[in-house]
T-cell receptor, first 112, second 112 residues
Framework: DTGVSQNPRHKITKRGQNVTFRCDPISEHNRLYWYRQTLGQGPEFLTYFQNEAQLEKSRLLSDRFSAERPKGSFSTLEIQRTEQGDSAMYLC??????????FGPGTRLTVT | AQTVTQSQPEMSVQEAETVTLSCTYDTSESDYYLFWYKQPPSRQMILVIRQEAYKQQNATENRFSVNFQKAAKSFSLKISDSQLGDAAMYFCAYRNFNKFYFGSGTKLNVKP
């Protein structure tokens, strides 16, 4: 078990382009979370899955954001028509449903 | 709404000394979990310690311990015998049901 992995680690894109990030959770973990973290702030909840079902989305998540977790394994987060305000670290975390979350290294997005 | 407040943006401690990081939270729930996470520079977030709200006894993990004051909604982290490797951002987090809420973090500097 190598922990939670995220790809890519860094992404630079131009405003208006679409980007997709991938998260591979720890294999036996049935819950997966996406967070956004801006400089100097703590992680901000975006959405979470239990197996393949997306159970909750933050009201802060605009329609340009979509997430999937097909077959309850890896998850993708897509941002369409990126804006400069989307620049942030996007964190993925998984949990077996007990107490704590196990975080990935994050994907740093820079929108120019 | 649940909120987590860390009022100390940055703190410093001398190596081998003790430091306490503060955290307060707001909730109307009686059953929840509290966590402290550590995020070293350019590295992923890891769990330091957790506390179940129904437990009166304060959690301890080696050099890390908490002071949990449920009535005051306070959850501070004490680091004893500080080491250079303790330098990081520390985030207080609150979990209720399936959602986690994080504070804005405290940057801990450890001076040799």
């Amino acid at each position: 078990d190598t922990g939670v992995s995220q790809n890519p680690r860094h992404k630079i894109t131009k405003r208006g382009q679409n980007v997709t990030f991938r998260c591979d959770p720890i294999s036996e973990h049935n819950r997966l979370y996406w967070y956004r973290q801006t400089l100097g702030q703590g992680p901000e909840f975006l959405t979470y899955f239990q197996n393949e079902a997306q159970l909750e989305k933050s009201r802060l998540l605009s329609d340009r954001f979509s997430a999937e977790r097909p077959k309850g394994s890896f998850s993708t987060l897509e941002i369409q028509r990126t804006e400069q305000g989307d620049s942030a670290m996007y964190l993925c975390a998984s949990t077996p449903g007990t107490y704590e979350q196990y975080f990935g290294p994050g994907t740093r997005l820079t929108v120019t | 709404a649940q909120t987590v407040t860390q009022s100390q943006p940055e703190m410093s401690v001398q190596e081998a000394e003790t430091v306490t990081l503060s955290c307060t939270y707001d909730t109307s729930e009686s059953d929840y979990y509290l966590f402290w996470y550590k995020q070293p520079p350019s590295r992923q977030m890891i769990l330091v310690i957790r506390q179940e709200a129904y437990k009166q006894q304060n959690a301890t993990e080696n050099r890390f311990s908490v002071n949990f004051q449920k009535a005051a909604k306070s959850f501070s982290l004490k680091i004893s015998d500080s080491q250079l490797g303790d330098a990081a951002m520390y985030f207080c987090a609150y979990r209720n049901f399936n959602k986690f809420y994080f504070g804005s973090g405290t940057k801990l500097n450890v001076k040799p």
